[in-house]
């Protein structure tokens, strides 16, 4: 064979190969789902405020509002408001509905992943989100992940971010994230009133 035909078999089967290759090294989506929730982050000193859309629900004890920007990968994302002195909201997005328990935790590792080691914003202060995997089990029924937020700092005490996945009956899985004030520890009483 001549130089220029192996030069061009070479260049063929490379292009071929290259082809080939280039379907298999699609690169995922640069976490998206932690650009969101930065974003959810950075507007929780102000309660959410600027994330608010149209009201969808309004209770006795709670305002629900659509979130106005759409969050990579959610069916829906509401901001709830809840009517007491002190002013609470929490903000959650519903990441995933599904039948099949596998896809349920796969979508649930993934969003750990993602989320897990991830350095916000808030208040103008850098923050390392930061949680212990646990392996979601179909009998459990329930599994949640609450991710610390170091270093710890007053403007953020009451901040928790959380990753659940839970079953509802009669056959469905839902995938959710969520971002909220913790009011007091499990064991501290409230406020006594006479």
Aim: aromatic share 10%.
């Amino acid at each position: 064979m001549t130089k220029s035909v192996k030069s061009l078999v070479l260049i063929t089967i490379s292009s071929l190969l290259f082809n080939l290759a280039e379907a298999q090294l699609k690169l995922p989506l640069m976490n998206a789902i932690g650009g969101d929730i930065k974003k959810v982050l950075e507007d929780y000193p102000n309660r959410f405020i600027n994330l608010m859309g149209e009201v969808v629900a309004e209770n006795t004890q709670s305002t629900d509002y659509q979130c106005n920007f759409n969050i990579h990968g959610a069916e829906e994302a509401i901001i709830t408001r809840y009517s007491a002195r002190k002013e609470v909201c929490s903000w959650q997005a519903l990441m995933l509905t599904t039948e099949n328990f596998d896809k349920a935790k796969q979508k649930f590792k993934a969003l750990y992943n993602q989320l897990n080691n991830l350095s916000v914003d808030i208040d103008k202060k850098n923050f390392r989100m930061n949680g212990k995997y646990e392996v979601p089990a179909a009998e459990k029924k329930f599994t949640s992940i609450i991710f610390s937020i170091e270093p710890e700092n007053e403007s953020v005490k009451k901040l928790r971010v959380e990753i659940s996945m839970q079953y509802f009956a009669p056959m469905e899985w839902k995938v959710k994230l969520l971002v909220y004030d913790k009011d007091r520890e499990d064991d501290e009483r409230g406020a006594i009133r006479e």
